[in-house]
């Protein structure tokens, strides 16, 4: 028979230890029993909280309840996929390396670089972002028309923003079946109306709220950048589609409460970039084609580019140029600096040594990166147009183009809106401008967490 008091050692280990498992569980419980929802309104500038006229009514009263900042600087360039990664990573571009609304491809020869947004998370995102590491901890996440996150493996529930979005859905039937949405076929779905498609993210995110009650719920909200972009910032269609998103963001903070959570949530309601009035448009490329530097398959209409010497990618108010022939790249970038530089609406030409104080990388270590950045003045944007014979152009209605952003961050008409509100935020608080790379921080030190980031955690809102 064993000995007695062995028996009694061997009875104490297993106790302490099934007492060990009963604290690491209420442990682990505890540290996943909060909630935080990222909500971006995308175009949504720092300027529109105290615009009278812009139709915020459920902001203005969060924000009265929480916290809100003067206005949010935002990443280079002020762009919309660039800057949901800094949200979620809490670095600029020259770390994370997402520099377009895609991945820039550069093709020997001379030929034409070419923007590819069909692209997995793990092509676009060179860091973790905080949906990995809270993933990794074992916190729920889910992500409505994110960017960057297609095949992300660390969203447990996922509709991303991403051509073709509805075949890389995690939940793609059950929002069938709930009516939330009406098709499986992407051409479909791609064609509904941009409030049609809005409609359709925030009845996502209220579904996911209602059922799983992720730990992190991201969720982006888009008709408010496509109605800046066709009719300017500051416009009725404008106002409108920020009035469209206040009520969506009034629906998220109602379902918490139905959901039984709203005492355990934060949220926060951010953009990603302001917007500016554009009266002009710039084409550098068409300058670039009359000189020879640049070849189109046709004389007329926006048609695709053949070769390319030298190539601008418009971003809004700034372009990024590109020297594709290694072999006539000196020749090549003198004649397009003088032609630049004798063209109208251009306000700057940045080098290189000039990228990282923008927080942009280096181009001899990223082959995304530009080689020259076109800067525009005040009202004018770039285009990639590459046909016709003006370098220069009136905006029209027609062509859409009133709106643009992606002007360097130092603009003031970048700055996006913050707003925080709920557990762990102190009432009634308002700060000054701060870094958008402090969101990612701030969100991991309320979920008990230390994410590693370029900015700090906004411990001045914070109870």
Partial sequence: MPCPLRQRAIISFIMACTLFSRILAVSLLASTNEHVVLITIDGGAAYYLEDAAA??????????????????????????????????????????????????????????VSIDAKRDKADLVAVPTLCDYLHQKGYRTAGVNWPCTRNSGTLDDDLPDTPESLSYTTLLQELIDARILATTNNAAFSGLSAAGRDQAWAAAALHLIQTRKPNLLIYHMLVTDTLQHRYGPRS?????ALGMADAQVREVWRALGEAGIRERTTLFIVADHGFELSTNIIHPNVLLRKHGLLETNAASGNTPLLKARVQTVAEGGTALVYFNNPETREIDRAHALKLFRELEGIAGILE????????????????????????????????????????????????GNLGNHGYLASNPNMNALFVAVGRGIKRGVKIGLIDNRSVAPTIAHLLGEKFSADAKVLTEILE
Wanted: aromatic residues 6%.
């Fill in 55 to 112: 139709p915020l009514p459920t902001l203005r009263q969060l924000a009265a309840q929480g916290a809100s900042a003067a206005g949010m600087t935002v990443a280079n360039p002020a762009i919309t996929w660039p800057n949901h990664t800094t949200l979620i990573t809490g670095v600029y571009p020259e770390k994370h390396s997402v520099l377009f609304n895609g991945v820039l491809s550069r093709t020997p020869g001379g030929l034409a």
């Fill in 236 to 240: 009725p269609a404008a106002y409108a």
């Fill in 352 to 399: 290189p040594k000039e990228f990282p104080a923008l927080g942009l990388p280096d181009p001899e270590k990223n082959a995304q990166m530009a080689d020259l950045i076109l800067v525009a003045k005040p009202n004018h944007g770039f285009s990639n147009i590459s046909s016709g014979n003006e370098a220069i152009t009136a905006v029209t209605l027609a062509a």
